[in-house]
């Protein structure tokens, strides 16, 4: 699915050089989910831009199913992102006045999809939101956008999803349930690769990566993840109590 071999990116600022990638190597087998972790600066980022053909390394190769992307153009690294790549943000990146039907279309219309409509209503009714498809981003709440930002992502049936702090902007409890969703699409055979600084949010992964100045220090599998709904349904139940305990009258009352 993804192979990079010493894998390197420079900047330059000015006469000077400034390494994000320092000969990193890994591999990414088809239905992973994977957690990219490490401090800023560590070249996370870097990573996934060009993971995402949203970016070029100064040397070494990157295989995305396949096919050597290091160097294509960037005609053709739009094309790949079309056809192959899905993008979920932390900040969402939703039209303020489009409904969320609308959102989930774009990618269609930019790559000439046919059945446009019902394969973004497909995409809504996967990430629970087939009652929800005619709101703008300002009716829905942060989660519900998320959503919308997750079935854009998977509408045009990507062979990778990548996922750049997708909970970050969430309260645990949302957060819990977009995971759920990763993981559910995960099992359904898609291939996912996410920046976390969220050690709790890693856990959910089967395999967590660590960078640090650009290099890959710490690579290992997951034994047991978190299971996102089972943890979803938990802080819901504790809600309800406590919700329900603050409604209760005191014994002075």
Known sequence: MIEVVNLQKEYRLGQVRVPALRG?????EAGELVAVMGPSGSGKSTLMNILGCLDRPTAGTYRLDGSDVSHLNDSDLADVRNRKLGFVFQTFNLLPRSDALHNVELPLIYAG?????????????AVGLGERMRHRPTELSGGEQQRVAIARAIVNDPVMLLADEPTGNLDTRTGEEIMAIFQEL?????????????????????????????????????PA?????????????EAARTQGAAMMPSADA
């Not at 990193?24 to 990414?28: D, M």
């Not at 099992?187 to 709790?200: F, K, P, S």
């Not at 395999?207 to 220090?217: A, F, N, S, W």
């Open 24 to 28: 990193l190597s890994l591999r990414v």
């Open 113 to 125: 999809g046919r059945r446009r409509r019902d394969r973004a209503q497909r995409a809504l009714e």
């Open 186 to 222: 995960n099992r359904a055979g898609t291939t996912v690769v996410l920046v976390t600084h969220e050690q709790d949010i890693a856990l959910h992964a089967k395999r967590i990566i660590v960078l640090r100045d650009g290099v890959l220090i710490h690579d290992e599998s997951v």
């Open 225 to 237: 993840p978190k299971d996102a709904r089972e943890e979803a349904v938990r802080l819901a139940a």
